[in-house]
Structure formats: structure tokens, C-alpha cells
């Protein structure tokens, strides 16, 4: 069992940036695959990154790739979204989720069995 824990949202102007924490209770959090989702008003959750247990592989959703970036510090049991030149569709509660399975892959909801109640993240334009 894990539990996962948010922090970092807030609002910010088109252009800006944020970063988001994600910080997960228990002491094996190496084991674990992590990923960020999003959602928006009215809309499905959505992939937006994901890394691997030992944060040597990362992955992005098309919409965000070469803006945002994933990293993790087992040490702190932390995985981070480092999010660049924001846009108003980049509004969203967006959630951390984690699975202990290595699957083949990590961008759809059903790999995860873990998940934070999400931080709001809200772009002016």
C-alpha cells in the first residue's frame, strides 16, 4: 500500500511555469512506476508523463512533449513535474498515480492502482 501526496499547483500566467510534487508514504518507492494524468472540466483523465522505477525511461503525452519534464528522487520518495511555457489548455486538477507492475505501458489509467487527490493547476491567459 502507498499513499500520494500532491503539492505545487496554484495559478499562473500563459508562459509560466510550475512545478508539481508528488511525495509517497512507505519506504519502496524504487519499486514503483510513476505518472501524472490530468483532467479537465468536462473532459477525461489523460496521460501526461510517466518514468520508470528506476527513472532511466520517461514518457510524455504528445501535448506536452518538450515542455514538460518527469523526474523522480528515490531518496525523497518524490517524483516531479517540472511544467514549461504553460497554455491555457494546461488547466487541470492533475493527479499522481503509481503501480508497483512493470508494464509495457505506462500511459493508460488502468496500469495504476495508486493515486493522489490531484492539485489544481490553472493557466491565465
Known amino acids: 500500500q502507498v499513499q500520494l501526496v500532491e503539492s505545487g499547483g496554484g495559478l499562473v500566467q500563459a508562459g509560466g511555469s510550475l512545478r508539481l510534487s508528488c511525495t509517497a508514504s512507505?519506504?519502496?518507492?524504487?519499486?514503483?512506476?510513476m505518472g501524472w494524468f490530468r483532467q479537465a472540466p468536462g473532459k477525461e483523465r489523460e496521460f501526461v508523463a510517466a518514468i520508470r522505477r528506476s527513472g532511466g525511461s520517461t514518457y510524455y503525452a504528445d501535448s506536452v512533449k518538450g515542455r514538460f519534464t518527469i523526474s523522480r528522487d528515490n531518496a525523497k520518495n518524490t517524483v516531479y513535474l517540472q511544467m514549461n511555457s504553460l497554455k491555457s489548455e494546461d488547466t487541470a486538477v492533475y493527479y499522481c498515480?503509481?503501480?508497483?507492475?512493470?508494464?509495457?505501458?505506462?500511459?493508460?489509467?488502468?496500469?495504476?492502482?495508486?493515486w493522489g487527490q490531484g492539485t489544481q493547476v490553472t493557466v491565465s491567459s
Open positions: 512507505g519506504r519502496t518507492f524504487n519499486s514503483y512506476a
Open positions: 498515480a503509481a503501480t508497483q507492475f512493470d508494464w509495457p505501458a505506462l500511459s493508460t489509467r488502468d496500469s495504476y492502482n495508486y
